[in-house]
């Protein structure tokens, strides 16, 4: 059974920083291409970062381009964001996801799995 188990969701000021964690199990973890995506209350889930399965290339949403940045390590089986400079605006579910087509990222494609999420309040 694949899960993916986010983690480091919280309160936090703005123009503060956080980072997110998620954990895999259930699959070779090294085979996929992982994500970010968020939803805002009200708001459809919105792609925010990507990186391929060898750690070589990585694409951003132009919203947050600069601020945020994702990394993994295949031997933990764990994907990474890093979230400097948070806005309020940047409240939100967080999910990760993983995915075999890292084109799926960058067209909008359908995952292969899917977070439960973890909750992110940026306070003004």
């Known amino acids: 059974q694949v899960q993916l188990v986010e983690s480091g969701g919280g309160l936090v000021q703005a123009g503060g920083s956080l980072s997110l964690s998620c954990a895999a199990s259930?699959?070779?973890?090294?085979?996929?291409?992982m994500g970010w995506f968020r939803q805002a209350p009200g708001k459809e889930r919105e792609f925010l970062a990507a990186?391929?399965?060898?750690?070589?290339?990585?694409y951003y949403a132009d919203s947050v381009k600069g601020r945020f940045t994702i990394s993994r390590d295949n031997a933990k089986k764990e994907v990474y964001l890093q979230m400097n400079t948070l806005k309020p605006e940047d409240t939100a579910v967080y999910y990760c996801?993983?995915?075999?087509?890292?084109?799926?990222?960058?067209?909008?494609?359908?995952?292969?799995?899917w977070g439960k999420g973890t909750l992110i309040t940026v306070s003004s």
């Open positions: 259930g699959l070779t973890f090294g085979a996929y291409n």
């Open positions: 996801a993983a995915d075999l087509n890292y084109a799926d990222f960058v067209k909008g494609g359908p995952m292969d799995y």
């Open positions: 990186i391929s399965r060898r750690d070589d290339n990585t």
